[in-house]
Each structure stands twice: as structure tokens, then as C-alpha cells.
């Protein structure tokens, strides 16, 4: 693609976008002066899709009209509700219907997920996770280990970016399994790493646990909805997600887990149970004896809070129609164009440290530029009605999402950086 630095080019680009009608699926943000604002926060909380509203007005009405009855004669029955989404995750996750579940939330799910598949023994106990994980996923892991009886002093073990960069490099991670690989249980590790926005390799990942023996779980938050996800074929053993950030689901929404078909109906892995997970037909029967649901509807515990469930249900057609091969496409042009414009304009001021060849939405943008203060240009930003979000120390992330961002909204950011780094 050739580009362009002018707001011409960016109107004829957003003209041709085939995925252009789907903006209006999408309520934006507005500043004070009515104007909506550039939002390319996507990756932290998706927008709200119009018909959100109407898809949790109905079950309310259901629920009105309906009472108790709607578990069986909702317009979305309320008992088999989990059903709705299944074939939209799977088709995000490139998995099997049977191999995904929505419930939960993310942090919750890698506990779920992490009892069923981190099954430390005296040699083999070590957890490996990259060294800038996630606060919530590295909290998770440690208490898995102290709940095992083990220090996490010595019991996990940091995937390191080489000095001075950000960037992971797989072959560093074979290095670590092939000096470490008989001590370590499980890998936890993210699909698109949160801060850099790099897109971790993950078939290479999956191929160098199982060489190493250890189990493999993937963190999808900043994934799914993302990039194209193989995870059948790939076949790690778990992964979780939330719907909040690309899924466009709400605050808080419901997040999802997926189980790869070999670990599906084993007895023999241990795990939580609860009446959710028990076989539909017969689970109001309330008998003593539990009879597994089949698939990874097994792992969930509780009947599911519907009035959450229900945007992601809309969410997900939206991407229905959209289709992630579409969406993929737009992404890399979308992103690319920032990038580009960063290097035509702002060369010696802002870099962006997120692998050219490994990236999604998103651009992490630091300020190199010693004049200015990083932190004042954000907020500068945030004056100039961008919603984008600051990470500690210094970085600035920005995700032009393909659903509902176009190319006018990343050529009006970098008129605003410009800007934001004037004062
Ligand atoms: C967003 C995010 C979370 C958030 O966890 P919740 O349980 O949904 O609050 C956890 N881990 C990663 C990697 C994330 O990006």
C-alpha cells in the first residue's frame, strides 16, 4: 500500500472500506462541544454497539413478562443462554463449538482453567510467564503456586526481553525451556502482550512447551477479536479471555475459557464443579450424583448473569457480519497507516515500540523527544478530545480498531499529537 500523508488520502480510504457501515453500529464518546471524540481505546474498553441496548431491553422484557418461565421460553432461552455465543467464540478462537465456553470473568477463568491444568509435582513445579505480565496474571500465578505448597520466590520463572528493548524473542524462550524445561509445569503466557502490543507466536509457543513437556495456557484478553486465533490446530491446553477490550462487550462483560478437545471428557482431570456444569437434560432433576455436560460447558459453575451476557451476544454478530478475515485485513492498513504517519511526521519525537511484523490494532508509542514530557503530551491529548490510554512509565497506547475506527480518525490523532507536543 502506498501511502499518503493527507487528509485526502484518508477520506478516499475511509470511502473504499468495505467495513465502513459498521462505525454506525457504535455509539462514540462525545466531548463537551457535542463533537465525537477520536477514540482508539479499543484495546482497553471496546464501544458500546447500539444494538447492545435493545439485545439486554429484551431480556429484561422477558424477564417481565416471562418471570421464571424465561429459562425455557425467552426469545433466548436463559437455560441453554451460554449456547448463544458458542459459535462466535469458536469461530474467533478457530476452535471447536465444543471446545469454548463464555462464563466468568478472565481472572476467575485462569484460576478455573489453572486448577484443571498446572498439576505441579516435587520436580516438575515452576510456572513460567513473561517478565511484564500482567499485574492480575502474575497475582493469579503466584497464589497458584503458594496454594500448591510452593515459593514463588523459586517457583516462578520471567521470560525476559533483551536489554534495552521490549520485544520477546521466541528463541530466547527455547533457551529458557532447554536449560529449565524439566522443572517447569506450565507456561501462562498472553496471545498480544498488553503493554508492547506484540503478537506472541503462539503456534512456535505451543511447539516448544510440548517439546518441553509443560503444559501451555494463553491469555486472549488483548487477542481475541484481534488477531486470527488457531487454537485448535494449534492446540495449546487452555486459554481465557475477557470480552471488554476488542470483543466490545461492557465493563465487567462475561469472559470466556477455552478447553483443546484432547482434555475434553477425561475424567481424570481434576476440576470445580458446580450445577452449571452438570449435564442440561437431566440437571433439574437435582439428583445427588453429578452426570458431566459435555465439552467445555463442564468447567462452568453458576447459571451465568444474563443481562451481562447478553451484549457480547450482539457484539458477536456484529463480527459475524464483519467477518475477522475482513476485519484482520482493515487492521494491518489501519495500523499501518498510523505507523506511517508517526515515521513521515513525527521521526526523532514519538517511536512506537510494537513490532513492525508482530502486531495487532495496537501502536505503543513513546516519546523520544527528552524537550517534551511524555505524560504532559497524553494529557494534552486528552484535552484535544483523544481518548487513547497512559501506561507507566511512558508509554501511550493507541488501537485504531477496524470494526469502528477509520483512516480519517488516525490522520486526526497525529493532527492532535502534533498539537499536543506544540503544548
Ligand atoms: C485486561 C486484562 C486482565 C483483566 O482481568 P479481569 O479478570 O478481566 O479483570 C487480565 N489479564 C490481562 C493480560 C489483561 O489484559
Known amino acids: 500500500m502506498e501511502y499518503e500523508a493527507t487528509r485526502k488520502f484518508a477520506a478516499a480510504m475511509d470511502a473504499e472500506d468495505e467495513l465502513r457501515k459498521f462505525r454506525n453500529e457504535f455509539n462514540f464518546p462525545r466531548a463537551k462541544g457535542g463533537e465525537d471524540c477520536i477514540y482508539l481505546c479499543g484495546n482497553s474498553l471496546g464501544l458500546q454497539p447500539k444494538r447492545a441496548a435493545q439485545f439486554v431491553r429484551e431480556e429484561l422484557e422477558d424477564w417481565a413478562t416471562l418471570g421464571v418461565e424465561a429459562h425455557f421460553h425467552a426469545r433466548r432461552p436463559w437455560l441453554p443462554y451460554h449456547r448463544q455465543a458458542t459459535p462466535g467464540l469458536a469461530k474467533l478462537c478457530g476452535a471447536l463449538p465444543a471446545e469454548v465456553i463464555g462464563m466468568n470473568t478472565l481472572t476467575v477463568n485462569l484460576h478455573l482453567m489453572m486448577t484443571s491444568f498446572y498439576r505441579p509435582t516435587a520436580k516438575r513445579y515452576r510456572i513460567l510467564i513473561e517478565s511484564s505480565a500482567f499485574p492480575s496474571d502474575r497475582f493469579a500465578v503466584q497464589s497458584q503456586l503458594r496454594l500448591h505448597g510452593f515459593d514463588p520466590a523459586t517457583g516462578l520463572v520471567e521470560w525476559h526481553p533483551r536489554a534495552g528493548g521490549s520485544e520477546l524473542h521466541t528463541g530466547d524462550l527455547e533457551k529458557l525451556l532447554a536449560d529449565n524445561g524439566d522443572s517447569i509445569a506450565l507456561l501462562l503466557l498472553p496471545g498480544v502482550q498488553y503493554y508492547s502490543g506484540q503478537v506472541l507466536d503462539m503456534p512456535a509457543i505451543c511447539r516448544i512447551a510440548k517439546r518441553a513437556g509443560c503444559v501451555v495456557g494463553f491469555d486472549l484478553a488483548h487477542a481475541i477479536g484481534n488477531v486470527p486465533l488457531d487454537l485448535h490446530d494449534w492446540a495449546p491446553d487452555f486459554a481465557a479471555w475477557c470480552s471488554y477490550k476488542y470483543l466490545n462487550s461492557g465493563p465487567g462483560a462475561i469472559g470466556g475459557a477455552f ?148 483512516y480519517n480518525d488516525v490522520f486526526e490523532f497525529c493532527e492532535r499529537l502534533q498539537a499536543a507536543l506544540h503544548g
Open 259 to 406: 478447553v483443546h478437545s484432547r482434555h475434553l471428557d477425561d475424567a481424570g482431570t481434576p476440576k470445580l464443579l458446580g450445577w452449571w456444569g452438570h449435564d442440561e437434560a437431566t440437571r433439574f432433576a437435582m439428583a445427588n450424583s453429578f452426570t458431566p455436560a459435555p465439552g467445555a460447558e463442564l468447567w462452568q459453575l453458576s447459571n451465568p448473569p444474563i443481562l451481562s451476557y447478553a451484549p457480547m451476544i450482539a457484539s458477536l454478530q456484529i463480527f459475524e457480519e464483519a467477518g475477522m478475515k475482513r476485519l484482520r485485513k482493515k487492521s494491518l492498513l489501519l495500523t499501518g497507516y498510523l505507523d506511517f504517519l508517526l515515521q513521515q511526521r513525527f521521526a526523532g519525537q514519538v517511536a512506537s515500540v510494537t513490532p513492525q511484523d508482530a502486531r495487532g490494532c495496537q501502536l505503543s508509542l513513546q516519546v523520544i523527544d527528552k524537550t517534551v514530557a511524555a505524560r504532559a503530551v497524553f494529557e494534552s491529548l486528552e484535552r484535544h478530545n483523544v481518548m487513547a490510554d497512559w501506561r507507566e512509565p511512558n508509554v501511550i497506547r493507541v488501537a485504531p480498531v477496524p470494526l469502528y475506527n477509520g
